[in-house]
């Protein structure tokens, strides 16, 4: 199976809640409140992925408490804690773009100029734009290891072939 047709993680169980088995929800979702509408919702344990069932959510201070079907003690959520919780990529809701970050994850990029920079290992949230983490060739001309490329459509990001996995940039080399 493709690393594309793993299921991604969308968020985790933290600390239990109360002593009827409600347990904190972290959400990693851009709207946090969208994580209780995927279907199904998966877990990753030590058994491996399995479904679970939310019954029922609320918000609490700045996050959210959840119930989980079967769990409805204490002792028995507290197995949850720090567990994974994926959805299938099929799941996930169609883009305005044509791709999500995970999909340039492994893209190589170059300059508009041909010059190969390396692979996309990671992107970054900044605040003003997200960024690329590029690890440089292991010969690089210009002895980088990795580099850190905006993502700004037309300024700098000058195509994104997600099919081809190429990613053509107005960037120079040793920056």
Avoid at 28 to 53: N, R
């Amino acid at each position: 199976m493709s690393d594309k047709a793993q299921p991604i993680e969308i968020g985790k169980f933290g600390a239990v809640y109360g002593i009827k088995g409600w347990l904190k929800v972290h959400s990693y979702t851009d709207d946090p409140e969208s994580i209780f509408q995927y279907k199904p919702l998966l877990m990753k344990s030590a058994g491996g992925i399995q479904e679970v069932i939310i019954t029922d959510w609320k918000r609490h201070n700045k996050g959210f408490v959840a119930k989980v079907d079967g769990y409805d003690v204490r002792e028995e959520v507290q197995a949850l804690v720090g567990i994974e919780l994926l959805v299938n990529p099929s799941s996930l809701p169609e883009l305005e773009a044509d791709f999500y970050w995970r999909d340039l994850v492994g893209c190589q990029v170059k300059t508009d100029k041909g010059y190969h920079l390396g692979v996309v290992t990671d992107l970054m949230e900044t605040g003003s734009n997200d960024v690329l983490v590029v690890k440089a060739n292991s010969n690089d001309a210009f002895g980088q290891k990795e580099r850190l490329v905006p993502f700004i459509e037309e300024q700098v990001i000058s195509n994104v072939d997600i099919a081809g996995q190429l990613i053509t940039v107005n960037w120079e080399p040793d920056f």
